[in-house]
């Protein structure tokens, strides 16, 4: 375990210095306000925070991850091992999923990589690793050889035939393969992570830069079927987490590859992301949504587009450095400034104003749980960080 400041309960464990100083003090504050949470939520699976707590999903539900994940951040600051003991219980309790198998689906990247991955490099425990690696083989089995993509979803309801779909946040869960074929050494897992993000590159990202969510292909030759608005408003319309999902992934692959293709997209997509930003940099829940609907924000898809371009920005040549890192820094700061909850200690979440599904009306004007992880994970990048569980 990485044990990089001194620690204490008050002050959460800061001893400052490394990045600026709303940042430290953001970091302090999520750190004291996570610790009370531990107690209150313990090794559950929080989602969205409504009238102030945060409701809880069952341990196959995609956001399983980010609760134990945002723990691991935090305990690499201070050593906090009430943290870290809460982090182990929710990984050992998606055993039960990842056993069960029937569950998963292409979101073992999001539940795994915070969870076994996180664990395994900061503290080498082999049974997390073997737990990575599990997940990593079902995920490559998701892997469609026509189409060039990982299937997303199992059928939602009796009959449904979605073997053909592919959703953008798969970008993020391909991290897992890129994982293990590092960690393994097996090329294999690293081929098809390619295959998937060339896919992505493709038919996901528009010349525009904004993104589109779901591609539907049909599964026995790999032709494009239709393209669908998911949860976005529409089917061209811009769901800003998805481009969020996009502009990371993106920046993750060139992170893993070195190929340029993926950061030229990345740049595509931040370019798109950034010059739709209203004035306070926090994004709204689609960026071609109805003016009737524009009061919605998305903070989580500002949170985990900062974190992205804070990445991007480091894997540049000199000469190009500066103005993501810039952004992102600057959009962290407004979360924040503007949609921090840390004067209320009614409110579990962090960061208010997320908005989970705008078209089945879900969770709406509420904290997210990943929209506090990439919050973390920005202030964790901003300060220096030696583990960032997605790289
Ligand atoms: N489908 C995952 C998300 O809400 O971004």
């Not at 399983?64 to 003991?85: H, S």
């Not at 035939?161 to 897992?176: K, P, S, T």
């Amino acid at each position: 375990m990485t044990n990089k400041a001194g620690s204490g309960p008050d002050t959460g464990g800061v001893t400052g210095g490394k990045a600026e100083g709303w940042a430290e003090e953001a970091w302090r504050r999520s750190l004291v306000k996570t610790k009370v949470n531990a107690r209150r939520i313990g090794a559950n699976f929080p989602h969205a925070s409504q009238g102030g707590t945060y409701t809880l999903e069952p341990p196959h539900w995609w956001t399983a991850g980010f609760w134990p994940g945002m723990l691991w951040l935090l305990c690499e600051g201070g050593g906090e091992a009430e943290l870290r003991e809460v982090a182990e219980a929710c990984e050992a309790r998606l055993d039960e999923v990842l056993d069960g198998y029937d569950k998963l689906d292409h979101d073992l990247g999001f539940m795994w990589i915070l969870t076994s991955v996180a664990n395994y490099k900061l503290t080498g425990s082999e049974q997390s690793r073997r737990r990575a690696f599990k997940a990593a083989n079902y995920l490559m089995g998701r892997f469609n050889l026509q189409g060039g993509y990982l299937r997303a979803w199992n059928p939602w309801h009796e009959g449904e035939d979605n073997a053909g779909i592919a959703i953008i946040d798969c970008a993020m869960n391909v991290n897992l393969l890129y994982w293990a074929s590092r960690e393994s050494g097996d090329p294999r897992y690293r081929h098809v992570a390619e295959a998937h993000m060339r896919t992505v590159l493709a038919h996901f990202i528009r010349p525009d830069g904004s993104v589109r969510h779901i591609v539907r292909f049909d599964p026995e030759t790999g032709a494009v079927a239709e393209y669908l608005g998911g949860q976005g408003y529409a089917p061209e319309s811009a769901w800003s987490r998805g481009a969020a999902w996009a502009l990371y992934g993106l920046a993750l692959a060139c992170h893993h590859t070195g190929r340029a293709e993926y950061a030229d997209a990345a740049k595509r997509v931040a370019h798109f992301f950034l010059a739709q930003l209203p004035e306070d940099r926090v994004p709204h829940w689609d960026f071609r949504a109805p003016a009737e609907t524009r009061h919605l924000r998305d903070s989580s898809a500002g949170a985990c587009a900062a974190s992205g371009l804070l990445l991007l920005d480091s894997l540049l040549p000199a000469a190009e450095r500066g103005a993501y890192r810039e952004a992102g820094e600057r959009m962290l700061e407004s979360l924040y400034a503007g949609y921090g909850s840390f004067d209320d200690p009614d409110e579990q979440g962090l960061i208010l104003r997320g908005t989970s599904h705008y078209p089945e009306r879900k969770n709406l004007d509420v904290p997210l749980i990943y929209g506090d992880y990439f919050f973390i994970e920005g202030l964790a990048r901003l300060r220096g960080a030696d583990m960032i569980p997605w790289e």
